[in-house]
């Protein structure tokens, strides 16, 4: 799609901005840690095709999903090669427009009810999820094998194990998040030959590293990265931000369009450069006066300023679309337009 | 739009629901209390026109909106009569949209930038935006006069002012909540004479008894409420809940299909009748075993629960409609299908 304008500074705002040369030194230096198979991208992260084809072109065939609405974006795309639903899914309407994609899927499944509903409407292929000590999903693991006889007595294609270390993904120490990888994959290994299938799932970009007991990292939020991401030391670096107007300046705060239905504040408040970020309103958000931050160096009604998101999966998902620029910073040139055709829970 | 299902317990999920009954009740008594142009109800609390048609039905003919999309929205929906944008705008583009509306808008201005903007992209007619303690927009109060004068000079209607007394609509005590409203609007109708007009614009859900200065109140949360203002024991019921689908059961914990997507998280976790949510993640909840929340009274993977948002705003933001049932629960019926069609910022 081409973009309406040809400056980030052009855009109407709140608008996401993806820098292009940050995006692909994240996407290369994955590639290069975790090749081909041995990434399963998570497309929860960005929900968009047009950047998990950038993550095609880099050798990586298979994708991660959270939801069937992303597995079936993804087919209907041409990226629907190999695609997971790293997620428990018992609605039958659902699960059949599974079973419908071109391509090949593979759900998680981690009780009798997931693994009967699944046969039940046509899925052909599992992975067994297994608790790895995060406080969600995942079978016990001493119930793994059992299911997965009874996966296969179903009909069910049973391709391994899967089993998500998220207490561990985002701990700022890395020894200890080492550690606590080292413990969650020691009880997804303890199951995964009894069984069977040569699929071991697991890991994020907290931990793609450290993982080394998996046998694909099914990391995401390394492509645009984002706040609490960004304080791990990780080689990548953040790639998006939000565009902004100044609407409202005075000597002690000033005031962007950008607010609580453009940002994913479970992590808290967004940053901008060289200002502290006061607080959040519906459509507002207040920061201490800006000097620094604008190139003219005095804060004017009508600056474009740049607000850091502290998590990008939920502030994506506000969004339709992601403007891509050819450099970080206000006056980029915008090259793309990105849809993203994945937010929703549609089929 | 005629729904595809008929219960609430046959819906995708997440989802959003409507009580009508409650919706009904929250809208007749803020109708009795502030009856006619006494309310601008505000759209950003619901984005949605199919809503804000039910309020028009009780004789609420003025509206507030936060962005440029809720007018346009608004005014390509036929509710077009006089609507406010209670914000600052320095997009010419979105400023011509508005002036492009069939019906009359007014728009807040606050600075030199915001009235010149407007004068020189066709807008009519305007609200001198006044702060009142809140850190956020609106110019001094001495600067309003000077303010509205430059707004006539450039052709500008200056129907009054407005000005926003968020600080004060959530604080739990009544009586504080009062003194902190008064005292706002003392400094608001110290300069309501000398700026001329006859709209003084004010007001929330939290304060909408209780601010007696100005000529209509802006509420919009009182329709559907939310976990935080119903903590203010206002004559006002929640009304809007997300159906969620139980995924994982276990004897410590449930998890449920409704995450930080489906949920405004800047007032923090939603809740869960008769259950203690743990924590969100990007789709799914998790909570205490919720033996006491369905109706057999042991917890099962597909079971359908009902989660109350802690912030409705947000939360709405993300979905694309909401269902409408005849009654509380989710065994009540689906009786029409709301589109929420005024999110994003396109106009």
């Not at 059949?96 to 899927?105: K, M, S, T």
């Not at 079978?139 to 009874?150: F, M, Q, S, Y």
Request: aromatic share 4%.
């Amino acid at each position: 799609m081409l973009p309406r304008v040809t400056t980030v500074a052009d855009l109407s705002t709140p608008a996401l901005v993806v820098d292009t040369t940050a995006l692909a030194r994240n996407l290369d230096a994955m590639s290069a840690a975790l090749p081909g198979a041995r990434l399963r991208p998570h497309v929860k992260a960005h929900k968009c095709t047009a950047l998990a084809r950038e993550q095609a072109r880099r050798g990586h065939a298979h994708f991660t999903s959270a939801t069937p609405r992303e597995i079936v974006g993804m087919a209907r795309a041409g990226l629907g090669d190999d695609l997971l639903l790293a997620n428990e899914c018992v609605d039958p309407v659902r699960l059949r427009a599974l079973a419908d994609c071109p391509g090949r899927v593979t759900i998680a499944v981690d009780s009798d009810a997931t693994v009967d509903t699944a046969a039940a409407n046509g899925i052909r292929a599992v992975l067994v999820d297994v608790n790895v000590f995060l406080p969600r999903c995942g079978c016990p693991p001493e119930d793994a094998p059992r299911l997965a006889e009874r996966a296969r007595a179903a009909g069910l294609d049973v391709r391994g194990v899967m089993g998500y270390e998220g207490h561990a993904v985002l701990i700022p120490d890395r020894v200890e998040r080492a550690a606590k990888t080292a413990q969650a994959m020691e009880r997804l290994a303890g199951v995964a030959e009894e069984v069977g299938g040569d699929i071991v799932s697991a890991g994020g970009t907290g931990t793609y590293d450290l993982n080394t007991a998996a046998t694909e990292i099914q990391a995401g939020s390394y492509a645009l990265m984002d706040g609490d991401y960004g304080k791990l030391g990780l080689p990548f670096t953040r790639a998006l931000a939000i565009t902004a107007t100044v609407v409202h300046v005075n000597n002690r705060w000033s005031v962007a369009d950008c607010g609580l239905k453009a940002l994913g504040m479970d992590h808290g408040n967004p940053t901008i450069d060289d200002t502290e970020v006061l607080f959040c309103s519906d459509e507002h958000l207040t920061f201490t006066p800006h000097r620094a931050a604008v190139p003219h160096g005095t804060a004017r009604v009508g600056d474009r300023i740049l607000v850091w998101p502290a998590h990008i999966d939920p502030t994506v998902a506000y969004h339709d679309r992601m403007y891509v620029a050819d450099s970080p910073g206000v006056g980029a040139h915008v090259v793309e337009t990105w849809p993203i055709d994945l937010r929703g829970w549609d089929v």
